[in-house]
Structure formats: structure tokens, C-alpha cells
Nanobody, 121 residues
Framework: QVQLVESGGGLVQPGGSLRLSCRASGSIFSITAAHWYRQAPGKQREFVARIDSGGSTNYADSVKGRVTISRDNAKKTVYLQMSSLKPEDTAVYSC???????????????WGQGTQVTVSS
């Protein structure tokens, strides 16, 4: 059984910061790659950031310069540090991770349940 659990969302004022976490638990060897996505009410889910097994990162243009994705392999956790938040960043943020399973050493994709980020004064 593998679970991804996001945390760190909440209500923040414009210009504020939040750090989201995505922790993997269960029978896993490692997280090989991870993505953060977000979905605002009435809108399609959109890509936010990605980190691969080597630590290379990619960002959506809408968040570039304001968001940093990182990982702690020992904690099997991926982070999304967000700053200079805007009302248009309001969305449910979800983590998608590719897991290297320790039961067969194959890779599987998992999704977390999402965490709400609301940027409002």
C-alpha cells in the first residue's frame, strides 16, 4: 500500500508564502520524479512544477520565479515553496509522484488527495 499525503495548504494574504509538502509512505524504495498540479474552481487542472530523479526542475510560466520545487529523499517528501502569492494562485494543489516500489522495483504513479490554497485579503 502506497500513499501520498499533501499538507501545508491554507489561507494566505496576497504577497504571502506557503510551503506545501507531499510525503510518500508505504512499500516504496524512492520517489523518482514528482509533479505538482493545481485546479481552480471551474478550470482545468494545470501543471505547476516538476522535479526529476536528478533534481532537474521545470516550472509553469505562471509561477516561474515565485515557486521552488525540492525533494528530501530520506524523508520521501517533495516540497513546493510558494512566495509572492496572488489571488489567481487559489486552487487545490495536488502531488503526482512516480514511485519506485520495493516489492518489484518497478515504477508506479500515484496521486495525493490535494490541499487547498486560498490567497485572499
Amino acid at each position: 500500500q502506497v500513499q501520498l499525503v499533501e499538507s501545508g495548504g491554507g489561507l494566505v494574504q496576497p504577497g504571502g508564502s506557503l510551503r506545501l509538502s507531499c510525503r510518500a509512505s508505504g512499500s516504496i524504495f524512492s520517489i523518482t520524479a514528482a509533479h505538482w498540479y493545481r485546479q481552480a474552481p471551474g478550470k482545468q487542472r494545470e501543471f505547476v512544477a516538476r522535479i526529476d530523479s536528478g533534481g532537474s526542475t521545470n516550472y509553469a510560466d505562471s509561477v516561474k520565479g515565485r515557486v521552488t520545487i525540492s525533494r528530501d529523499n530520506a524523508k520521501k517528501t517533495v516540497y513546493l515553496q510558494m512566495s509572492s502569492l496572488k489571488p489567481e494562485d487559489t486552487a487545490v494543489y495536488s502531488c503526482n509522484a512516480r514511485i519506485l516500489a520495493n516489492w518489484d522495483l518497478k515504477e508506479y504513479d500515484y496521486w495525493g488527495q490535494g490541499t487547498q490554497v486560498t490567497v485572499s485579503s
